[in-house]
């Protein structure tokens, strides 16, 4: 009977089932081998109940009495229109007319991305994204975008998270429809650390747009305009909101390091309007612009361009909302902000503040504080739950103008230094990793470039290296992949190139590219690599996103599908449970598809066999179970 049904089923004769299709018709596979999602999702917990969760082993816990977040209550009968209703009735240029149309400072809100990957290793889950989506909805539809994808969360959510990025957007488009969803793209580098074939890169953001991108920010990692084309085009010609961007380093006051000028980010912006983006972006990704430069570059670039001009920095010297003032003061369109519980140190300045410090001013900003401070307190009991993932930094500092490292990545070098067994060392690290940057020819350090700069330095500090050892010819030094791939232009080109003496050391002879490594890089056979990715994966079928997920992660796609064979829809578990696993007489719900909820309680965990598995004794929706896993401790 079932099998007829399969075979009857829309979803299978058009020929796309996959996981996700599994998940959500499971009635229709009982004759599958593989176990129901009940029972895969009740491994998973014994599991983590018995063996703990690898990710958070030794690591700070979550206070006891942390419940589950409860978002804010939707005010208001109706969802009043938004941004998203200019860009789905008006498109892409009249979402720029009505920007710079605007008297008030416009506000994305990069809680659900930059906020978590610079405060917590990028580890929010989709389920605490979700849960407050309508509360944005209703509650602050006056948002300019929610940026809430791309950087790092896309491998994240595969790679620890075991969920599908791809999900996750869908499930906060639908529950947040009058909102533009923004995300922040790696130009020809994608949502990974190298650049990828152009059919890559486009086909990638076709998926985007269908799957619910509004707003590309899309950057380059050398700010090297040639190689954003591609991507910007492609969204270009997906009718989405292009921002093409500017990546802001060094101190543009400083003569001493002229090559990052007034008139050079002028010039890239002229550039950027040439190539058609629809809005210009400028991303201070360590938070190195001051007010006074703030003000000379907004004016200037008000003045230049024609273009609505979107502003995006972080707090990590404390300085970060006398920018963001003196931005708007000179008349820059929209800024990016995080709420308050996410905000300060590296991550964004504290929306509300800035919300605050604008009220009764000319650039109000309209957003209701309350509803902020809604919004804000839900994510506050939402990251005590990620204890494990905070950093432990303690305050803001202007070391920041000495090593210039975005705030994506200052945690993340850290803890790599810490891994090394370096963590004493930092000060020299963040020393060592300025000089990495003279080396190189003083280089915008952004994703991937300042993955590069940051495994060169913990290189150096963990050899004894000084920098006039690694540049003399007489001294042999093995460099990390990363240098190799970058000195042969896999990256791009720097402004100026690269320095010439030390390309020829790193390379050995061999021949540099000097124009786009995407020229290069053959086309990618669709067809063929969805049939690889099906071997790969053993999934029966590999749909368009899952595809896309292959070609620019394959070894992690791939392990993610093995994983979700085995432990079912683990994104649908509560964030604790997740992490943690449960308790003897815990009861948690985990709604599986819209409407069919689990009941799950734990009733107690067995002694280890003598074949080292553990009998772990659950109540399903009141019916006992009974789940055997290894005991691995
Ligand atoms: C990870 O990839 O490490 C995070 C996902 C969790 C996978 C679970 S943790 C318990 C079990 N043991 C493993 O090695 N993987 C699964
Ligand atoms: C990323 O590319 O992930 C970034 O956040 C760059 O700032
Ligand atoms: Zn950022």
């Given at each position: ?93 009249a ?7 605007q ?6 809100d ?36 929610v940026e ?127 190539a ?82 604008l ?102 500090v ?15 030094v ?21 320095p ?32 690889e ?55 948690i ?11 799950i ?28 896993v290894?005991?691995?401790?």
């Open positions: 009977d079932f099998v007829i049904n399969l075979l009857k089923h829309p979803t299978f004769l058009s020929n796309q089932y996959t996981t996700k299709f599994i998940d959500t018709t499971p009635e229709l596979f009982k004759f599958d081998t593989r176990r129901d999602r009940a029972t895969r999702l009740l491994t998973y917990v014994a599991d983590i109940t018995v063996n703990g969760h690898p990710e958070t082993e030794g690591r700070a816990l979550p206070p006891r009495d942390a419940k589950t977040p409860r978002a804010p209550v939707p005010k208001g009968e109706a969802i009043r229109p938004g941004t998203r209703q200019i860009l789905d009735e008006q498109g892409p240029k979402v720029a007319e009505w920007m710079k149309a008297k008030q400072l416009l506000i994305t990069t809680t659900m991305r930059d906020g978590h990957q610079s405060l917590l290793a990028t580890r929010m889950r989709s389920i605490d994204m979700i849960r407050v989506a309508p509360s944005y909805a209703a509650n602050l539809p006056e948002l300019f975008s809430c994808w791309g950087g790092a969360t896309f491998d994240v959510a595969y790679r620890f998270l075991q969920e599908c990025p791809w999900q996750r957007l869908r499930d906060i488009r639908k529950a947040m429809p009058n909102i533009m969803t923004q995300m922040l793209l790696r130009a020809s580098n994608g949502v990974g650390y190298t650049n990828y074939p152009d059919n890559v890169v486009q086909g990638f953001v076709k998926q985007a747009a269908t799957s619910g991108v509004d707003v590309f920010r899309v950057f380059d990692s050398l700010n090297w305009v040639e190689n954003m084309r591609v991507a910007m085009d492609a969204v270009i010609e997906a009718e989405k909101v292009c921002e093409g961007t500017i990546c802001y380093t060094g101190n543009m006051l400083d003569p001493k390091r002229s090559k990052y000028d007034l008139k050079y980010y002028v010039e890239m912006a002229k550039e950027l309007e040439k058609g983006a629809h809005v210009l972006g400028v991303k201070d990704m360590a938070g190195l612009l001051k007010a006074p430069a703030a003000t000379q570059l907004f004016t200037a670039l008000k003045q230049e361009i024609g273009l609505p001009i979107h502003f995006h920095t972080h707090d990590t010297s404390g300085a970060a909302i006398s920018t963001v003032l003196a931005a708007s003061a000179a008349g820059v369109d929209a800024i990016d902000a995080a709420m308050d519980s996410f905000s300060g140190n590296t991550s964004q300045p504290t929306l509300g503040s800035i919300v605050e410090a009220d009764k001013t000319d650039r109000d900003t309209g957003l209701d504080i309350e509803a902020i401070r809604e919004i804000s307190n839900y994510f506050e009991q939402v990251r005590a739950h990620y204890a494990a993932f905070e950093s432990g930094l303690q305050a803001p500092a202007s070391e920041v103008y000495l090593h210039e490292m975005p705030g994506g990545q200052f945690t993340n070098l850290k803890a790599q230094a810490r891994s090394l067994g370096l963590e004493e060392r930092w000060h020299e690290v963040a020393k060592t990793y300025a000089e990495v940057n003279m080396m190189f020819g003083d280089i915008v350090k952004v994703t991937p470039s300042s993955k590069v700069v940051g495994d060169m330095a913990l290189m150096m963990s050899q004894g290296l000084t920098r006039a050892q690694v540049e003399d010819p007489n001294v042999d093995s460099f990390p992949d990363s240098v190799i791939d970058m000195m042969k232009g896999n990256l791009g080109q720097p402004p100026g190139g690269w010439t003496a030390l390309q020829a050391k790193v390379l050995k002879g061999e021949k540099p590219l000097k124009d786009r490594a995407g020229k290069h890089l053959k086309p990618v056979d669709f067809e063929a690599a969805r049939a990715a099906i071997k790969a994966t053993g999934e029966t079928e590999i749909d368009d996103e899952d595809l896309n997920a292959y070609l620019m992660y394959p070894k992690v796609f791939t392990d993610y599908a093995r994983r979700h064979q085995q432990y079912g829809p683990v994104r649908t578990l509560p964030t604790r449970t997740f992490f943690y696993g449960m308790e003897p007489g815990e009861e719900s985990a709604e599986i598809d819209p409407g069919k909820t689990l009941e309680r734990l009733q107690a965990v067995g002694e280890t066999g003598d074949d080292g598995e553990v009998r772990v004794f659950f109540e399903l929706n009141g019916q006992p179970r009974t789940v055997r290894p005991n691995r401790k």
